[in-house]
């Protein structure tokens, strides 16, 4: 990727994540609104939800030169997924021959060699 094209790519998500910080002082600004209204009535009740925006459209398919990036937090925070088990290889009696005769090989390598 050229450094023009990389600028282009920052930049587009430097974008995004200023939209993105402009929802969340919306979201803060209305929490707080309510808030001081609820301590101004002295109301045990909660204040209604704001209604939820409807999030940033995905794009079909990710670019292979954009990575999708998690921060470390959410990478120690998300919940592991274990692997299932691989099936078993399937090795014919010549490649199993080849592979023992090499492993024999190494073996006596490091003999000789101590």
């Known amino acids: ?4 094209g990389a600028v282009a790519e920052l930049d587009k998500e430097i974008a995004g994540l200023n939209k993105e910080v402009e929802r969340l002082m919306q979201i803060r600004e209305s929490l ?3 808030v001081s209204k609820r301590a101004v009535r002295g109301s045990a009740t909660a204040p209604p939800a704001p209604a939820k925006k409807p999030g940033p459209k995905k794009k079909p ?3 292979k030169s954009t990575a999708v990036k998690k921060s470390v937090a959410v990478k120690k925070s ?3 997924k274990t692997a299932a088990p691989a099936a078993k290889r399937v090795v014919s009696e010549a490649t199993r021959k080849k592979m023992s005769d090499a492993a024999k090989a190494r073996a006596a390598k490091k003999v000789s060699a101590a």
């Open 1 to 4: 990727m050229s450094i023009s």
């Open 61 to 63: 398919g990710p670019k």
């Open 32 to 34: 707080l609104q309510g």
């Open 78 to 80: 998300a919940p592991t």
